[in-house]
């Protein structure tokens, strides 16, 4: 992918690789990405919001 790439075109071709190479406009590598960096950013995200905001099941909004 090039430097520029949107995070939906990594997530997609991540699904069938275990990593990504990331080169610049002139095609020199710049980089990997990897599932694992991704899943673990994810991850960190989901624990984050649950600590930072009331979550709530939809359920329980209703009845409120």
């Known amino acids: 992918l090039n430097d520029d790439y949107e995070l939906e075109d990594l997530l997609h071709l991540l699904v069938d690789n275990a990593f990504i190479c990331i080169v610049d406009n002139e095609k020199k590598f710049q980089g990997i990405v990897t599932r694992r ?28």
């Open 37 to 64: 960096e991704i899943l673990k950013s994810v991850n960190h995200v989901a624990h984050e919001f649950e600590h930072r905001y009331d979550v709530q099941s939809h359920q329980e909004s209703i009845c409120q």
